[in-house]
């Protein structure tokens, strides 16, 4: 989840709604935390200490509705609101002509090369993982690979590793950015990708999955990386292809979003699945060959588009289809397509595609 819950009808609590979510990306105030009231409130290094009782009462309900889930509270850190700080301070980022670099529409860019900015940043981490309680990680957005931003990310995740220990969760988001990641990864637990699939080099896709895995894999332990893919809620056949080139290829988080303009979701049948512990560890993808994952209740079949004509899977024992809800024991698949097998049903409480609505593949 970044930010937003799913999109659901019903009775369902927000609560019950964000803890269906295994990674969840939040800003403070979703749990109840709030930095102490100023006039420039980027400048605080406080909680308000009447907010941390309520919010620790909030992200301990997250818990025990999800004792898997991974919590990160965002703190801007590339950019800020356009009144966070005086808009004279030096921590602006500015042009040849002194004006404020603006990113979003009301937010402007920071200087990163200032040492007292990063220091800053690193203090009002510590003082939201203090106040949030130990189990809470950090998210912060926007990575940028250009030198002087590399040695000012590092110099931020270094300060904060030793404020806050190495247990704390860190997640990065490097947007479209899938190449030269290597060096971010140390410092961090994951790294988020923000339709970074519909933006691979050359289009690529295959490749790109071969790079996030690579980099996860380097990040610290626990892994909470987050591939996010854009699309239109009724384009199934983008969003399960992706759904099984990430269980197949990586273990991170899967989020299908309509943009980044909220990160709003749909919620989908198959996520509602426990496929257990993967019996193997990420396939790595090669030219038109089949990649085949084995967890404990399931199975995940992606055959390239590469591949030069249809391969049929003989499965040996009856399996269900998580798409088609037919029971299988072999599957073909043409180039470009997929299949994830379930050992046994599996009970659903989306929405928006129960079991068994669609066809099996990509």
Same mark, same amino acid.
């Given at each position: 989840?970044?930010?937003?819950?799913?999109?659901?009808?019903?009775?369902?609590?927000?609560?019950?709604?964000?803890?269906?979510?295994?990674?969840?990306?939040?800003?403070?105030? &979703?749990?109840?935390?709030?930095?102490?009231?100023?006039?420039?409130?980027?400048?605080?290094?406080?909680?308000?200490?009447?907010?941390?009782?309520?919010?620790?009462?909030?992200?301990?309900?997250?818990?025990?509705?999800?004792?898997?889930?991974?919590?990160?509270?965002?703190?801007?850190?590339?950019?800020?609101?356009?009144?966070?700080?005086?808009?004279?301070?030096?921590?602006?980022?500015?042009?040849?002509?002194?004006?404020?670099?603006?990113?979003? +529409?009301?937010?402007?860019?920071?200087?990163?090369?200032?040492?007292?900015?990063?220091?800053?940043?690193?203090?009002?981490?510590?003082?939201?993982?203090?106040?949030?309680?130990?189990?809470?990680?950090?998210?912060?957005?926007?990575?940028?690979?250009? +030198?002087?931003?590399?040695?000012?990310?590092?110099?931020?995740?270094?300060?904060?590793?030793?404020?806050?220990?190495?247990?704390?969760?860190?997640?990065?988001?490097?947007?479209?950015?899938?190449?030269?990641?290597?060096?971010?990864?140390?410092?961090?637990?994951?790294?988020?990708?923000?339709?970074?699939?519909?933006?691979?080099?050359?289009?690529?896709?295959?490749?790109?999955?071969?790079?996030?895995?690579?980099?996860?894999?380097?990040?610290? &332990?626990?892994?909470?990386?987050?591939?996010?893919?854009?699309?239109?809620?009724?384009?199934?056949?983008?969003?399960?292809?992706?759904?099984?080139?990430?269980?197949?290829?990586?273990?991170?988080?899967?989020?299908?979003?309509?943009?980044?303009?909220?990160?709003?979701?749909?919620?989908?049948? +198959?996520?509602?699945?426990?496929?257990?512990?993967?019996?193997?560890?990420?396939?790595?993808?090669?030219?038109?060959?089949?990649?085949?994952?084995?967890?404990?209740?399931?199975?995940?079949?992606?055959?390239?588009?590469?591949?030069?004509?249809?391969?049929?899977?003989?499965?040996?024992?009856?399996?269900?289809?998580?798409?088609?809800?037919?029971?299988?024991?072999?599957? &073909?698949?043409? +180039?470009?397509?997929?299949?994830?097998?379930?050992?046994?049903?599996?009970?659903?409480?989306?929405?928006?595609?129960?079991?068994?609505?669609?066809?099996?593949?990509?």
């Amino acid at each position: 989840m970044f930010w937003s819950p799913a999109d659901l009808k019903g009775t369902e609590s927000v609560w019950d709604n964000i803890a269906r979510h295994d990674v969840i990306v939040a800003g403070i105030d &979703t749990f109840g935390f709030a930095w102490k009231p100023a006039r420039h409130h980027a400048m605080v290094e406080t909680i308000d200490a009447g907010t941390i009782t309520p919010g620790r009462r909030n992200v301990a309900r997250l818990f025990a509705k999800n004792p898997a889930a991974v919590l990160l509270l965002e703190v801007y850190f590339f950019e800020e609101e356009k009144d966070g700080y005086p808009r004279d301070h030096r921590w602006w980022l500015r042009d040849k002509n002194g004006r404020r670099k603006q990113f979003w +529409p009301g937010n402007y860019m920071m200087n990163l090369a200032d040492a007292g900015y990063v220091a800053h940043v690193a203090r009002r981490i510590a003082a939201l993982h203090k106040a949030a309680g130990r189990r809470t990680g950090i998210f912060l957005d926007n990575l940028r690979t250009d +030198p002087a931003s590399k040695a000012a990310w590092i110099s931020l995740l270094k300060l904060v590793r030793k404020l806050c220990g190495e247990d704390m969760p860190i997640q990065v988001n490097a947007g479209w950015q899938s190449e030269d990641i290597a060096w971010i990864a140390p410092y961090v637990n994951g790294i988020a990708y923000e339709d970074a699939v519909h933006h691979a080099t050359n289009k690529d896709t295959e490749a790109f999955y071969g790079r996030i895995r690579k980099w996860e894999a380097l990040c610290r &332990t626990p892994h909470i990386s987050a591939n996010e893919v854009y699309g239109k809620r009724r384009d199934a056949k983008t969003r399960r292809r992706e759904f099984i080139r990430t269980l197949v290829y990586t273990n991170m988080a899967f989020l299908y979003a309509d943009s980044t303009r909220g990160h709003r979701h749909g919620w989908y049948g +198959p996520w509602d699945i426990s496929l257990g512990k993967a019996l193997a560890g990420p396939r790595s993808p090669a030219e038109g060959k089949l990649a085949k994952r084995r967890f404990e209740k399931g199975l995940v079949l992606w055959l390239p588009a590469s591949a030069k004509k249809d391969e049929t899977v003989r499965i040996g024992r009856k399996m269900r289809d998580a798409f088609s809800g037919r029971y299988v024991r072999s599957v &073909t698949l043409t +180039p470009g397509k997929g299949a994830l097998l379930l050992d046994k049903p599996f009970a659903t409480q989306s929405v928006s595609e129960p079991a068994g609505s669609t066809p099996t593949g990509g």
